[in-house]
């Protein structure tokens, strides 16, 4: 190997910081640490503010190996690999590595020195390729998938590489498997794991959760931001006020009734235990808190306001509807850090779904990432407003040029594009927050607690609060009389964070004319989220969500080759197509869709038939063919067919026997509607239902078989 003197790092002394200065990000330089200390943190290495800081515990190393780890992990930490070690490996390796991703090899190093030492390998000289070709083989025996199989391997190559550049090697082996190969180490290979075997969330489970969240960004903020600003005002009178006769009167006054008549008393809950409202009391009244002790003393109001535990009403107006009528009789002292707490996490669903960031863009976004548009300067736009676009940072795959992780992160090559509901999602954060904080800075959002650090609110912080805001939610359909608008649990288990993803591009892909929360339409957001600005960038939702279109197509493939075989029909311009088309199913059936395969496949128009249940009909798109095309634009991400502007007639529709009995349906219940309703409506129904009748008598008339094409 290519000895080049600029990648031997000197041997670092007991007080040399673990973290060199060029590494360290400034925000976080306080938590270096020095070589000897016993616990390393990793913070120094990352700004980003949705991960956890991890720390190594040498504590957790047997310590014969110690002293060999600690340099080959300092000399990782500052050092890179010889370009040559990664030519010759292709794309397997980097030069550097992330935080987290440090963390988890000196930890995959850890456990390897803990095996060696049971089979009494107490240096790592002695760990030679025979014995690493057995640790390999442990691996095997471990049950771990094959993703985290092969990082542990690499891992151990890391160790192999980098100890050749320490100022004093410890002489370890070469790992079989960088010379020959991992796959004899691998368990045999399953799914593609990932977000990509992340189910999507349920439609009955989704479309409500959206529906509250919406509800709470757009219709109960504002009440909500201005209980909040009370609630904060009250507390800080409370804790400035003197007691002065004027207060004890307002007090006296307050209470004076409420006791003569055996009435509640302003009460909150602290660790679970029903107290006085003290704070309430001395924000409202004035008196200080001394002044609420003593007459507490005389009249025993503690003992009363846990027997009668009475509310903490907000002289403010109640201004939010659900259903029409007001939410509230009025928003209550105790409740306003929780509806804070719901507020945020509201708007953490808007943006994470409908934009399609990864949780870690949406927990790093900043005050002023998404600016008002600049008017369009296109003639043919009028001089209409441009998109709104969010810029953001990527952390986790933030590399240079040459490969090298960005610790500081970088950001993304392209915005992404924010639609309305979005925008007024982060409008909101930025009035939660100071200016050039974080949007979901812990330190506003931890309404409850004031916990040390700093950063954005963790994806387990995240996860809970959905779950809560879901109780919430549920609770509030209860209160309000809306079951329908209750959110169910999700058959496939927690909502979590990192569905939102998988979920948007599987409605887009399988739900073209489906409704997002009250008129925001699936098809709209494919042009929207995935055109050509999110899409473009690394990290977009571009390639999740042709891999979800065509999970799609096969699906609706498959169902006609079996509707076909059956002796089932079609009609339509494009039914001979279709029928031909259909003898792909066992194609997909036996395809693994990956990125590349998606691909490969939504460039083969001949195979691709794409469902539209809510025009009742199949799509087999030709470009040219196609009038949901007519205005000559093109589709900005993929050249598929707008199914939001179906148009009937159009030479790529195809009909089955299922859409001409939908169809029938679907008249039936135009025609009952009709019955009650006004005359000038009644008859549109009329007509409608008679125009869907027409569509169905045709395919009975026109429809062809699998045998009748083959004759």
């Excluded at 009249?299 to 535990?309: D, H, K, S, V």
């Excluded at 392209?414 to 927050?433: D, H, K, Q």
């Excluded at 919430?472 to 809306?482: F, I, P």
């Excluded at 509707?563 to 031909?580: F, K, N, Y």
Aim: glycine letters at 8%.
């Amino acid at each position: 190997m290519d000895s080049g003197d600029r990648y031997l790092l000197p041997l670092p002394e007991p007080g040399t910081p673990v973290v060199q200065p060029e590494f360290v990000v400034a925000m976080h330089a306080h938590l270096n640490a020095h070589y000897a200390d016993p616990a390393w943190p990793l913070g120094p290495l990352t700004a980003n503010p949705s991960t956890s800081k991890k720390v190594i515990h040498w504590r957790n190393c047997p310590a014969v190996f110690t002293d060999e780890l600690r340099l080959a992990a300092w000399t990782m930490i500052n050092g890179q690999l010889w370009p040559t070690f990664l030519q010759t490996r292709g794309n397997r390796l980097r030069s550097r590595l992330s935080a987290s991703q440090i963390h988890e090899t000196i930890s995959a190093w850890i456990r390897l020195t803990i095996w060696l030492e049971t089979c009494g390998i107490r240096r790592l000289a002695d760990c030679t390729p025979s014995v690493l070709d057995g640790y390999g083989q442990h691996l095997l025996t471990m049950h771990i998938n094959r993703n985290h199989t092969h990082k542990v391997l690499g891992a151990v190559t890391r160790l192999w590489a980098f100890d050749q550049l320490c100022a004093r090697p410890a002489g370890i082996g070469r790992p079989p498997w960088d010379e020959c190969g991992a796959d004899d180490y691998l368990p045999a290979a399953t799914t593609t794991g990932g977000e990509n075997e992340t189910e999507p969330l349920a439609e009955q489970t989704m479309g409500p959760l959206l529906v509250w969240a919406m509800r709470m960004v757009d219709d109960l903020a504002e009440d909500v931001l201005a209980a909040w600003a009370e609630t904060q005002r009250l507390a800080e009178a409370a804790r400035t006020t003197t007691g002065t006769s004027q207060g004890k009167a307002a007090l006296e006054a307050f209470l004076a009734p409420l006791l003569a008549a055996g009435s509640p008393l302003p009460a909150s809950r602290i660790r679970g235990e029903v107290c006085l409202a003290t704070t309430y009391l001395s924000g409202i009244t004035g008196a200080s808190r001394s002044q609420i002790d003593k007459l507490n003393q005389r009249e025993g109001l503690a003992a009363i306001a846990a027997q009668r535990p009475g509310p903490c009403p907000l002289d403010i107006p109640v201004t939010g509807r659900i259903d029409g009528a007001a939410w509230r009789k009025a928003l209550d002292f105790t409740e306003a850090p929780v509806l804070m707490r719901h507020l945020g996490t509201a708007a953490f669903i808007v943006c994470a779904y409908l934009t399609g960031m990864r949780t870690g863009e949406v927990l790093g976004m900043r005050t002023g990432c998404c600016p008002n548009p600049e008017p369009n300067t296109d003639k043919n736009t009028n001089g209409n407003m441009g998109r709104h676009l969010i810029r953001t940072y990527e952390y986790k795959n933030a590399v240079d040029a040459d490969g090298n992780h960005q610790s500081g992160g970088v950001e993304r090559d392209v915005p992404w594009v924010a639609i309305t509901p979005v925008v007024n999602a982060v409008r909101i954060l930025e009035r939660m927050v100071p200016d050039g904080s974080l949007l979901f800075d812990r330190r506003v959002h931890d309404v409850r607690y004031h916990r040390a650090g700093t950063g954005s609110l963790k994806p387990v912080a995240i996860r809970h609060r959905i779950e809560d805001f879901v109780a919430w939610a549920n609770a509030e359909a209860v209160t309000h009389n809306l079951p329908g608008e209750a959110i169910p649990a999700d058959p496939h288990g927690r909502i979590g964070t990192a569905r939102f993803r998988r979920s948007l591009a599987w409605h887009i892909a399988r739900r073209p004319n489906g409704l997002v929360a009250l008129a925001i339409q699936y098809g709209h957001l494919r042009t929207a989220v995935s055109g050509g600005y999110a899409s473009r960038g690394r990290g977009g939702i571009h390639e999740l969500l042709d891999m979800e279109t065509v999970r799609a197509v096969a699906d609706t493939v498959a169902d006609l080759h079996d509707d076909l075989d059956s002796g089932g029909g079609v009609s339509g311009p494009a039914a001979r197509r279709a029928i031909t088309a259909a003898a792909t199913a066992p194609r997909f059936a036996g395809t693994a869709i990956t990125i590349r395969t998606a691909q490969r496949l939504l460039a083969n128009e001949d195979a691709m038939i794409y469902d539209n249940p809510h025009a009742f009909l199949l799509c087999h798109y030709k470009r040219e063919q196609a009038l949901c095309h007519r205005d000559g634009i093109k589709d900005t991400v993929k050249d598929t067919p707008s199914l939001d502007h179906c148009v009937p007639g159009c030479g790529n529709s195809v009909r089955t026997d299922q859409h001409a009995a939908q169809l029938r349906d679907r008249a039936d219940l135009l025609d009952t509607r009709a019955r009650h309703a006004p005359h000038p409506i009644a008859e549109r129904l009329r007509t409608n239902a008679s125009r869907l009748r027409g569509y169905a008598d045709i395919h009975d008339r026109t429809r062809t078989t699998l045998e009748g094409t083959t004759r």
